[in-house]
């Protein structure tokens, strides 16, 4: 038997790889505006395993699947055997001879890779703490339909570092970006995150202004200063307000940058509402780009490498 095809993290493929998954994610899209419904997944069913809450990743990758003519189960973390500790191997042996493909939004990423590597089916990551590469890919999808492409980008993130600034620090090696990352030193990047950062050389700065961080930039991205499972909500609010993106930090960057947000938002503390509901913001076009990103990484795992 063949080993699965898995999307763990950017850093396990080639820009090549990832090249052909947008653009099958790009030709999906354009099928879906003209009313066209594919079969290319009939009969497969995907798992979906939640240990927190989700919006985004559980809908579109629920809408995504049954789009592509296959099924979805949606299961939580509490409601399974692993609330009463099974192992995650025993888990994906079992779900390997019932399911076609996992989905997991777990925050370990250690437990993801236990997963995986038990597993005889696809895994896809729904987000770790590490790492939450179908985001990334619907952003960059979201960039290259609006500006084209994003090689050669300047991208500046500004807030805490967190899994979608770690995804974008591996696209950004890959894709040829300039990625300026903005972050409060008691928030910055933990010791994996800056090995990393290292080892992206001259495509990732690391620094603590983000006024630096912003100028002549072609897209600003922030998330949410409160992650599921922070606790020192108020230390961080207070730390954090200088890196709020208002119109004066867009104003510094390029007069034709897009700004992103993975959602959810919480409007007056990361951004104000002058800034993500005004005309530089696309952050609905890449919420709905998630679905057509995932579709193409649902193919991808289930060895279709074109449509």
Known sequence: M???????TLEDFSEDQLRNMLAVANELKARTKRGERDELLRHKVLAMIFEKQS????????????QLGGETMFLSGD???LAREETLADTARVMSRYVDAIMIRILDHDDLLDLAGASDIPVINGLTRRAHPCQVMADIQTFEEHRGSIKGATVAWVGDANNVLASWVHASKLFGTRFRIACPDEYGPDQALLADIREAGAHVTLGEDPHEAVKDAD????????SMGDTDVSDRRKTLKPYRVDTNLMGLADKDALFMHCLPAHRGDEVTDEVIDGPQSVVFDEAENRLHAQKAILCYCFGIDTV
């Not at 063949?2 to 763990?8: D, G, I, V």
């Not at 919006?55 to 049954?66: P, Q």
């Open 2 to 8: 063949s080993s699965p095809r898995h999307f763990l």
């Open 219 to 226: 897209l600003i991205i922030t998330d949410t200063w409160v």
């Open 79 to 81: 409601s399974m055997q």
């Open 55 to 66: 919006t985004r990743t559980r809908v579109s990758f629920d809408v995504g699947m049954r």
